[in-house]
């Protein structure tokens, strides 16, 4: 594998701008991740407050106990209770098969620059991915694209999910599951590497319950050596460790939001538009029905001190709420403005390894981390990623397309132009003509129509839509024709295409690692993780 960097902008103006650390970017956060100063100034800042160290080790070798493991990551726990470590942590949805690439590369960026700081900073830096499991959204986790027909289709787990149960509570149907894989790997062609591939699924299957189960196993099996440790914010053991920080949030739910609109509206001053969506009675925090298995969104009324949730469907005044956090912690999960606050408050956290929406809202936050007297962690850019298989690289210089304007742009505009120079322009101009000659003739008929026969007008219009759209029929089949007799070209458009830019967007946002572990082996992961990556907002370009 091979390294490149390309400077492409961000998936979003915002993100774009942190990445070149405008002095107006750098007033929204407390740490500039640009500056090396700043991470010493943060271990000064972490030294200061108490963590639950043992506790969280031991509850985290607990939970990682069924997945794949070395000796890295039982150090990774002993670094976690030394009383001077601290962690580089980023999160993401427990996607089926690890979902889109993007969350990989985010495990990736977190073993990177865990790596990096201790190196830097002499201290234990433990890597930690946060998998949100507390999230309820089952139709964003439970499908990838695989390519068909030239074009890339949604594959979805076909075990349906109709309430809005926590993913940490979503089953996995393993005999459905299995034979799902097994399809999904048939159509990347079998290599030396897919026997492999479908008896590790199964072992992941076999010893997985839910889906975070088999999404950590297939992550602790691509990144296990490198010490990394896995957390589910779903856990209801985990939950446990949160009943006081829990109890805090919901003393401080007024104060929570009025600071978050507070830095909305800084944001707004300096022309950028809010990516939280609450309202100003926002509680931030979710009841779980979990007889229903429902996740309801609570509110705070001021006026009578009183947690309400949808149409009033259920209301708990403050030592209500505060008893039941005590009780039954498991019945209170946080959103995306307290899900921050409860990392920060579990861990010694270094860095926060982000994506660039999270970016985005992460600078809503400021004055909410204020008010219980934190700072926000340094922000890190995750690492963003294309990889280029030889034949791609082959079929771009063979067809001299620019590689950095196909990622940009995609190749629609050089299809459609490749699809001109190759029409016979004698029959583009004959199909146009008689299109006129039809569309004049039949405006006669039912010009002398109009005298005579009125009533028939409705029916010619119909029959005239009719025998036009016939003859742009037979246009198309041409059309079908001329792109049979360059197929050789059009498939290497949509190979391209398909690989760099699917689906009109960057390669990470679309494609699955299994297609990868197909063809390169169950140790590619590794070997791209292995690569040496550098925290500078450039895009990487990795040839494979």
């Not at 990989?104 to 002499?122: N, P, R």
């Not at 830096?125 to 289709?153: S, T």
């Not at 403005?337 to 956290?349: A, G, S």
Request: glycine share 4%; proline share 4%.
């Amino acid at each position: 594998m091979e390294i490149a960097d390309l400077s492409l902008p961000a998936t979003n103006k915002f993100a774009s701008e942190y990445y070149y650390g405008t002095e107006e970017i750098k007033s929204f956060f407390h740490y500039n991740y640009q500056d090396g100063a700043h991470y010493s100034e943060r271990l000064n800042e972490l030294s200061e407050r108490i963590f639950m160290r043992e506790e969280l080790a031991d509850h985290i070798a607990s939970f990682m106990k069924p997945f794949p493991t070395s000796s890295k990551v039982k150090e990774s726990l002993e670094k976690l209770k030394q009383s001077n470590s601290v962690v580089v942590i980023g999160g993401q949805q427990a996607g089926i098969l690890t979902g889109p690439l993007y969350s990989i590369h985010k495990v990736i960026s977190i073993i990177a620059f865990a790596k990096q700081k201790e190196e830097e900073l002499g201290v234990p830096v433990v890597p930690i991915f946060w998998i949100a499991g507390e999230d309820h959204d089952y139709a964003e986790v439970n499908h990838i694209y695989l390519e068909n027909d030239r074009k890339l289709e949604k594959w979805v787990y076909p075990n349906k999910i109709m309430d809005k149960r926590m993913v940490t509570d979503c089953p996995l149907n393993k005999e459905l599951c299995q034979t799902w894989i097994q399809e999904v790997i048939a159509t990347f062609g079998e290599t030396d590497h897919t026997k492999e591939l479908i008896a590790f699924s199964k072992r992941a299957i076999d010893v997985s319950e839910t889906f975070v189960d088999f999404f950590a196993y297939i992550v602790m099996e691509l990144f296990k050596e490198f010490g990394l440790l896995l957390v589910d914010s779903g856990n209801r053991e985990l939950r446990q460790l949160e009943k006081k920080i829990l109890a805090e949030q919901i003393n401080k739910a007024e104060q929570i939001t009025s600071a978050v609109w507070r830095q909305q509206a800084e944001l707004d001053k300096h022309g950028y538009s809010k990516t939280i969506d609450m309202s100003k009675n926002a509680a931030n925090l979710f009841y779980y029905d979990e007889e229903h298995f429902e996740r309801i969104l609570l509110e705070f009324d001021s006026e009578q001190h009183l947690f309400t949730g949808k149409n009033g469907s259920l209301s708990f005044s403050m030592d209500e709420l505060l008893s039941l956090a005590n009780k039954h912690p498991e019945r209170l999960s946080n959103n995306v403005v307290t899900r921050p606050l409860m990392q920060e408050n579990l861990f010694p956290t270094l860095a926060f390894v982000a994506g660039p929406g999270e970016i985005a809202y992460w600078a809503e936050l400021k004055q909410a981390f204020e008010e219980f007297g934190m700072k926000m962690p340094p922000i890190i850019p995750r690492i963003n990623i294309t990889l280029v298989e030889r034949d791609i690289a082959a079929d771009l210089a063979q067809m001299q397309l620019d590689f950095e304007h196909v990622l940009k742009n995609g190749l629609t505009e050089e299809v459609n132009t490749f699809m001109e120079s190759v029409k016979d322009p004698n029959l583009v101009h004959l199909f146009t003509e008689t299109k006129n000659l039809f569309a004049e003739n039949y405006g006669k008929i039912k010009q002398h129509a109009e005298k005579d026969y009125r009533g028939l007008i409705p029916l010619m219009q119909k029959n005239e839509k009719l025998l036009l759209e016939q003859i742009m029929f037979m246009e198309g089949k041409f059309e079908e024709a001329l792109k049979l007799k360059y197929d050789v070209t059009m498939r290497k458009y949509a190979q391209i295409e398909n690989s760099l830019r699917p689906n009109g967007g960057p390669q990470e946002r679309t494609l699955n690692i299994f297609y990868f572990l197909n063809k390169y082996g169950l140790n590619f992961v590794e070997q791209l993780t292995n690569l040496p990556f550098e925290f500078d907002g450039k895009h990487k370009i990795v040839r494979i």
